[in-house]
């Protein structure tokens, strides 16, 4: 080709290139903002991601897009997209979950946006010090059935006793959510739901806020007990950059987890914006966004993982077994299970000290007030620090003449100072010395009036409101008369309120009991509540998760 001909080819082809880039860079009328809002995990990256995008000058409508990207966390935004105050056009929340506990809450004039899929995934994991990993060796297998039989309540015996569960909050963490629901679905199918609900009473009082205060608390130590808890992959990784004196390690559990998903969703209504989050969320999919992702310790959305996540550095580069994603409702129902359970504890113990309370019991060496105090002691370790408990004692004349009940201990907070020692330690010291009166007999259903009048009139709207009865079972023996059987079940059904539920949970011990319990059954099912029969002071720890599921279902556990 003559000389001239190639230097016009060039200038047609420069002219062409020039014209291309224009069209595709055209700035021409200004700026178009597009603003991100992210979890403060990604938000770094994504920041990272947004200035090189930014710098590329796409151009929708001669606008050039310029994206900023701000971090707040998935909780919050959540109550400003419910609000429908939510400042932003993107909103990239840290899970799927989050979206799913958004649609269970807002009124039909909110529209749930629904995302444009997945940008980032970070499996939900269990995390120890490794300085302490080769102790779990041989004491709990990385599981959430583990887990679960670790921290439950009403199993002293059991893995608790060497290891130290730490939760996160998860009405606070996407993460602490997501485990939630990996450890109810895996307990649930595997029939433990009696542990589950001992379990995640114990730990709602021991919850971290987030995965770098528990990952911090790996470190303390807690007696002999070796703690463990849940973070997302990514917050280990991070924590581990931070170089501190021990370095937490990745436990992946054997059913198989959750993940955290990173879903990108337009929030958007101006078309010109929908535009540029849509060509943003194509930049997001490239290789060279994916690729600053995984440096900072993120997977793909296909669970692809980087050298952040090598085994050098103690992970498994490996995508673990996925556990089937929740549905709206499971999550929903899961989320209201942990919030009743969290709720404090305001329970009044009426304590049976009636003539034949004194009698043995066959078989043992206990009398049946004996083995009433101890079942009542033995509750008592039940429960956190910040419940509210009391005490009243009952026979017939208790109190003076026609009163057949006794205040011991009031209610109220057990780190609270009753006369100069705590609640808890007063408690304590009635139980151990507590007596029957030889000449008494039983005005339970006088006592169930009163106490329950009382625990109506006092009820805390921030806490499970219960009256527990413990007794030999022998029934309403009051030879002058007062609230007959018929009467004490017609009052309780007419008093018992579901909006403001105040349930009886009655435990009986002794040989009578079989006999009283068609009448103790129909008491506490009048209120909600729940009947034993205790052939061992032991079993009270299963009565009272068993009385805790109940809570949990009412006022339908019937139905």
């Known amino acids: 080709m003559p000389l001239a001909g190639a230097v016009a080819l060039a200038v ?34 994504l920041n990272k991601i947004a200035g090189t995008y930014t710098k590329a000058l796409h151009s929708i409508d001669s606008k050039c897009v310029e994206v900023t990207v701000a971090k707040e966390t998935s ?13 932003g056009d993107i909103w990239v929340p840290d899970s799927s979950l989050i979206l799913s506990q958004l649609n269970s809450r807002v009124s039909e004039q909110v529209e749930v946006p629904q995302p444009a899929g997945s940008i980032a995934s970070s499996p939900v ?8 990993a080769a102790k779990l060796e041989g004491t709990l297998k990385p599981s959430w059935s583990a887990l679960v039989a670790a921290a439950n309540v009403a199993d002293p015996d059991g893995p608790g006793k060497k290891v130290r569960v730490v939760a996160l909050d998860p009405q606070k963490s996407s993460a602490g959510m997501a485990a939630l629901m990996a450890a109810s679905g895996v307990a649930r199918e595997a029939g433990q739901s009696k542990a589950l609900v001992g379990a995640l009473k114990e730990l709602s009082g021991q919850v971290a806020a ?37 370095p937490a390690v990745a436990l992946y559990p054997a059913e198989g987890t959750l993940s955290l998903d990173y879903p990108l969703t337009v929030l958007t209504k101006d078309l010109a914006t929908q535009k540029a989050a849509a060509d943003f969320r194509q930049e997001l999919a490239k290789e060279s966004a994916l690729k600053v992702l995984r440096a900072q310790g993120f997977r793909g959305p296909d669970g692809t993982a980087g050298e952040a996540l090598s085994e050098a550095k103690g992970f498994v580069p490996a995508a673990p077994k996925a556990l089937p994603e929740p549905d709206v409702k499971t999550v929903a129902t899961v989320s209201q299970t942990w919030t009743r359970l969290n709720l404090g504890t305001r329970l009044l113990t009426l304590l049976d000290v009636s003539g034949t309370m004194a009698l043995p019991v066959p078989g043992t060496n206990l009398t049946r007030m004996q083995a009433i105090s101890k079942i009542a002691t033995e509750g008592l370790t039940l429960f956190p620090a910040n419940s509210e408990m009391g005490v009243w004692m009952f026979s017939t004349h208790l109190d003076g003449q026609g009163k057949d009940w006794k205040e011991v201990v009031s209610v109220g907070p057990l780190t609270q100072s009753v006369d100069g020692v705590l609640r808890k330690d007063a408690l304590a010291r009635e139980l151990a010395s507590v007596q ?4 008494g007999d039983t005005g339970l259903n006088d006592t169930i009036k009163a106490a329950y009048t009382e625990m109506t009139k006092t009820y805390a709207r921030d806490r499970i409101n219960t009256l527990l009865i413990l007794t030999d079972g022998a029934g309403n023996d009051d030879p002058d008369g007062g609230v007959s ?7 309780l059904k007419e008093t018992y309120n579901p909006e403001r539920p105040v349930s009886i949970l009655l435990i009986a011990f002794g040989p009578e009991a079989q006999a009283g319990k068609r009448q103790m059954d129909a008491v506490a099912r009048a209120t909600g509540g729940e009947a034993y029969i205790a052939k061992d002071p032991l ?19 019937d139905g």
Request: proline share 5%; aromatic share 4%.
């Open 12 to 45: 047609l082809l420069g002219v062409a290139a020039f014209v291309i880039f224009t069209r595709e860079h055209d700035c021409s009328a200004g700026r178009l903002p597009l603003r991100v809002v992210a979890s403060p995990d990604i938000q770094p990256a």
């Open 75 to 87: 909780a919050k935004a959540a109550s400003a997209v419910a609000a429908g105050k939510f400042a």
């Open 125 to 132: 994991v269990l995390a120890t010090a490794a300085s302490a």
């Open 210 to 246: 987030d995965s770098t205060a528990l990952l911090a608390s790996l470190t303390v130590k807690s007696g002999g007990k070796v703690p463990i808890g849940v973070s997302s992959e990514q917050a280990i990784h991070v924590h581990n950059t931070k170089k501190p004196e021990t």
């Open 436 to 439: 029957a009166k030889a000449t």
């Open 485 to 491: 059987d018929a009467e004490i079940l017609q009052f």
């Open 539 to 557: 079993q009270v720890r299963d009565f009272f998760l068993q009385g805790m599921e109940r809570r949990l279902c009412s006022p339908n556990c």
